[in-house]
Nanobody
Framework: QVQLVESGGGLVQPGGSLRLSCAAS????????MGWYRQAPGKQREVVAG???????NYADSVKGRFTISRDNAKSTVYLQMNSLKPEDTAVYYC???????????????WGKGTLVTVSS
């Protein structure tokens, strides 16, 4: 079994900061691309940021300059530092990872269960 567990969500005032973490566990041989997505009420899930195993990053235009994605390969963990938060950032944030499992060396696309971020005064 391979799973992703997010943490770090919560309530924050506009202009504030939060740091999300997502840890992978299980029979993992290698983790390739990792990313963060979000889904606001009544809207479709959208990509927020992605990072390759080598550390190359990409961001949605709406978060460029405010959010930073990073990863620690030794800890199988990806982070999302969110600064200058706006009410429109309110959403459930999901972690995603492309994982190669140990026994079969099959590739799997794994999702976490999500963590709620609420930006409100």
């Amino acid at each position: 079994q391979v799973q992703l567990v997010e943490s770090g969500g919560g309530l924050v005032q506009p202009g504030g900061s939060l740091r999300l973490s997502c840890a992978a566990s299980g029979s993992i041989f290698r983790i390739n691309d990792m990313g963060w997505y979000r889904q606001a009420p009544g809207k479709q899930r959208e990509v927020v940021a992605g990072i390759t195993r080598g550390g190359s990053t990409n961001y949605a235009d709406s978060v460029k300059g405010r959010f930073t994605i990073s990863r620690d390969n030794a800890k199988s963990t990806v982070y999302l530092q969110m600064n200058s938060l706006k009410p429109e950032d309110t959403a459930v944030y999901y972690c995603n990872a492309a994982i190669i499992v140990v026994v079969t060396r099959d590739g799997m696309n794994i999702w976490g269960k999500g963590t709620l971020v609420t930006v409100s005064s």
